[in-house]
């Protein structure tokens, strides 16, 4: 395929994620028109070959692949506001962080103006766009993502369509993201507590890497006991980790390090216990977590 | 070396980890006493070749190295007391958790009976133990490691000497450790907002295993930050963070799932930004995090 070949592709909103995915198509030879609300943004992609459109309007009509990359979906509508009659034909692919909620009405106004709609999220930081293993989920319309899954892989080799519900990608994107500050926040602590003691965060990292190993290669099970329902055969238990609670309060002590932000999953470990789950796997959380509304 | 060259040693506590650790020294052929408060979990032990010691003293006595896996360092004291003149002179490696004090206060029982005394952990479940890059961490003293560091590879091929201090291991495994709950929780959230639509964890698992690995591959830099105490040059700022907050009450609108756990998190978000680090690194939270008598 050469270069004339490839797909003409908008980029909006040139933000260090935005600017990230303009410079892979750039790099992978997709024309490429690109368009930020301050324009300053574009001068170094226009360096490289982009084309600055100086309305969204233009920007839109330039390209049959429109991604954006804004800040919300509230954001994305706004900007796409004035280019809404421009939009009918063409793929519009999102890239923003949003609810579900969010994700759907984007789609219903997609669809009211005719575009045939992706909503998709970046699993990873600007840097790594463009690399074989990066992953990038998208939800919707299913024959958008076939038809355009090639350029789309340009950003990420890791490129999966979750299906034509729009708001999945939205949905995995809380679900899966749940994890990232919660475990951050733990590492942070850490850190403050090796301070106390005079010793620097980078000698625990190694250790904390492979702790996170760890983990993953736990969530298979964790996730098979989920979907069964059966937390019975427990590698470690509820009870193991109530044991362990009083370590917060010992490490508070220690070295001086807040740990209040933690007392809820403390909490939510004994009412894992009043609710029978003592002796079952940890993972049996999840039906704690679980709401009424969900479980009926 | 032949079996007759290895090290005889003494596991004391067969739980699921003691009897893996026991496992380990059978298999690779060390001359392996076991002792357990109740009998019968040394059965499938001594079916493999271990001696089953009767009592703690004949076990203590049977070898030149002995590592305890029991729960706590009460436990250890209390189950060693019966052999307490028995120990001068022998390697004492304990593996369990427990506080930093705990440490200091069982590296003071050992040295006033004349042991030699590490304070370990295994950084892993069960399962792993044994394997070449299983991870345990010791610290106390280095001229016991060091006569030691051979045999207790036995245990996983990635075996580290934290420093003199006997507490070192303690305080590394609450540091490291912090982010286990808090990173299961995020996962168990993300699976009972799954099954609310419908949907299985399992199909989170891939995309929750990149996630981790990226997280992995940010610690690094967070400690870099942390260590210089220069929070400016941020990839992920306080901000964005805090404007990914309300992402929790849309969740739970959406799928019933209780988030109310993470909301003290999003409490130090605030708290971050109110002292000024807002535009910084997240890893700034470790400011909050820090106590006061820390910082002193």
Redesign the interface.
Known sequence: MTAADRTPVTVLGLG?MGSALAEAFLAAGHPTTVWNRTPGRAAPLAAKGARHAPTVREAVAAAPLVVTCL?TFEDTRRALEPAAHDLAGRALVTLN?G????ARAMAAWAAGNGARFLAGAV???PS?VGAP?T?L?YSGDRTVFDAHAADLRVLGG?TVHLGDEADLAA??E????????????????????????G????T??R??????????A???V???E??SGDYTDA??TVDL?R??AA?DA?????????T??????N??LERAAAAGHGGHS??A??E???????AA
């Open positions: 260090a800040t962080s609810s579900p909620a969010g699993k990873n930081v790594a293993d992953l989920y890791d949905l995995y809380m679900a899966v993201g749940a994890m990232l500050l919660p475990a951050l926040t733990g590492f942070f602590q850490g850190a403050a507590a090796l301070q106390a003691r010793l620097q965060a980078r625990m990292v250790f904390a890497g492979k702790w996170l190993d760890m983990i993953s736990l969530l298979p964790y996730a098979a989920i979907d590698a470690s980790f044991a362990g370590h010992e490490l508070t002590a220690e070295t001086g390090v807040d209040a932000w933690a007392a809820p999953l909490d939510l940890v993972s959380l999840t704690v977590l679980r709401g009424p509304r969900a």
